[in-house]
């Protein structure tokens, strides 16, 4: 074979590959990490803020409101939590809390089972109403729920009275969150459980309530909270020494306006089971939140 023909057969020359350009990962990287500290730093700032005021004296705020504390005072705390009206705040409010999120887990998971599993007619309509249920607010209600509750109900000045609307409201966040969970079940899972004699019931509660967990405590962890820092319908329903928390804040607020670091303190303990129940269940909740959106 002659040099032309090897010549002809050859493989064409590989051209050479481009460099690419790098992309400015670093300055992007950083751009956000910046944005992001000063979301932390605006969000967080007002927490600290109030939480070393309450370690410092009202000439301390007087003389520098922006200084830390020199020296520490523990007197703000220890008068906060030796008053028994404090701790009677805390306990309506968790048992209100606790309340309000047993029944709308309770209720949510039940409304939201036939939504997810069952086929019939008129099914997306009637979720439809939950998610409409989104846009309506409690203050646009108010007025009416003040007059069902007390008036109607009988219910004015008590727990169920408090619990019972706020579990209404929180029903629409609750069925659209544990909706798409239920139907990312498997259906053969629920068929294996009829053949070996499970009633609907019985796969609700044997096995699809046990599955849910995740999804059960994000929504159990969003009602509780939400319930620990509601103001408005309390302020109208409860009286006296069945006011929650939030509640006791403004009164304490106002009762002792001239006491800046002592309302620094009383703030700062009230908001932190709240905060200390949340960051537990953290990734408990994202977690849900994931169950949710696959679904």
Not at 33 to 51: D, E, K, M, S, W
Not at 101 to 106: D, G, I
Not at 120 to 128: H, N, T, V
Request: proline share 7%.
């Amino acid at each position: 074979m002659s040099t032309d023909t090897l010549n002809d057969l050859s493989l064409p020359p590989t051209t050479a590959p481009r460099r690419r350009r790098k992309t400015p990962v670093r300055l992007t990287s950083i751009m956000v990490y910046g944005i992001a500290l000063v979301v932390v730093a605006v969000t967080l700032g007002p927490v600290l803020y109030g939480v070393l005021g309450g370690f410092r004296t009202n000439a301390q705020i007087a003389e520098n409101a922006a200084a830390l504390p020199s020296p520490w005072v523990f007197d703000n705390y220890a008068g906060v939590l030796s008053s028994p009206d404090f701790w009677q705040y805390t306990w309506n409010s968790t048992v209100i809390a606790l309340i309000t999120t047993s029944v709308v887990v309770v209720l949510g998971v039940m409304a939201a089972y036939p939504l997810a599993r069952y086929e019939f007619k008129g099914r997306e309509a009637l979720f439809m109403v939950f998610v409409i249920g989104l846009l309506f607010p409690a203050t646009v209600a108010i007025v009416p729920l003040y007059i069902l509750v007390t008036q109607n109900l009988g219910l004015a000045n008590t727990w169920i009275g408090v619990a019972l609307p706020q579990a209404a409201f929180a029903l629409p966040v609750t069925v659209v969150i544990l909706r798409p969970f239920l139907m990312a079940l498997p259906k053969e899972l629920e068929e294996a459980a009829m053949l070996d004699g499970t009633s609907r019931i019985g796969f609700f509660f044997r096995i699809l309530i046990p599955l849910s967990g995740p999804g059960l405590v994000t929504v159990g962890v969003l009602a509780f909270v939400g319930s620990w820092n509601a103001y408005l319908l309390p302020l109208l329903l409860l009286q006296s020494e069945m006011r929650t928390l939030p509640l006791g804040v403004a009164d304490f607020s106002t009762e002792h306006s001239v006491n800046t670091a002592g309302v620094f303190a009383f703030t700062s303990l009230a908001m932190i089971p709240a905060l200390v129940f949340f960051l537990a269940m953290q990734r408990r909740i994202v977690n849900g939140l994931q169950g949710a959106v696959k679904g």
